[in-house]
């Protein structure tokens, strides 16, 4: 069965400045998704970032970036620029590439706050 | 387009009752994926469902059962309420062909009582 470790519970920044979530996981599968929501206070879950596998080129997406090492299972966040309504929690996930079902694997999370 | 949309948002319930929450995924997503959101659990997967088959089942006793319609809108229901099923349920949606990315709904927040 695949894990993801967030081991970082909670984090705070300076507006305008860079932060990185931390992320690992664990799987035996080849081929996967990876993602990165942000769940705002009382708000809902929106997708940040998505990562393939298979490609190796770090997906990027405006301010956010990701790092990920596939032999390390490791899948960072890096927020640039940080902004005050970056404040959420932020879960990484995985999916497996398999077809013909969907299943989200959820990290347990890490509380971002963004400071002015 | 309209996203994911759940209801009811709120439910108060008691012990022993049962519930039955609902989701609209977004238009043309044919693959509707429920999760619980606990502090202590976080999220776990539920069940998925994709052009009104079950293709997917979380560890999650039998109490708790769904089912999608021709539309593609999916409810959930749990039975016999307990205390520990005081959760944010979040419902996603995707396209379902192929690993897509699913995108998620306000959430149904339950509170048994």
């Known amino acids: 069965a695949q894990t993801v470790t967030q081991s970082q519970p909670e984090m705070s920044v300076q507006e305008a400045e860079t932060v990185t979530l931390s992320c690992t996981y664990d799987t035996s599968e080849n081929n996967y998704y990876l993602f990165w929501y942000k769940q705002p206070p009382s708000r809902q879950m929106i997708l940040v970032i998505r990562?393939?596998?298979?490609?190796?080129q770090n997906a990027t997406e405006n301010r956010f970036s990701v790092n990920f090492q596939k032999a390390a299972k490791s899948f960072s966040l890096k927020i640039s620029d940080s902004q005050l309504g970056d404040t959420a929690m932020y879960f990484c996930?995985?999916?497996?590439?398999?077809?013909?079902?969907?299943?989200?694997?959820f990290g347990k999370g890490t509380k971002l706050t963004v400071n002015p | 387009k309209a996203g994911v949309t759940q209801t009811p948002r709120y439910l108060i319930k008691t012990r022993g009752q049962q519930v039955t929450l609902s989701c609209s995924p977004i238009s043309g997503h044919r693959s509707v994926s429920w999760y619980q959101q606990t502090p202590g659990q976080g999220l776990q997967f539920l069940f998925e469902y994709f052009s009104e088959t079950q293709r997917n089942k979380g560890n999650f006793p039998g109490r708790f059962s769904g089912r999608q319609f021709s539309n593609s809108r999916s409810e959930m229901n749990v039975s016999t309420l307990e205390l520990g099923d005081s959760a944010l349920y979040l419902c996603a949606s995707s396209r379902g062909e192929y690993q897509e990315t699913q995108y998620f709904g306000p959430g149904t927040r339950l509170l048994v009582l």
């Open positions: 990562q393939e596998a298979y490609k190796q």
């Open positions: 996930a995985f999916m497996k590439h398999r077809g013909g079902s969907e299943k989200l694997v």
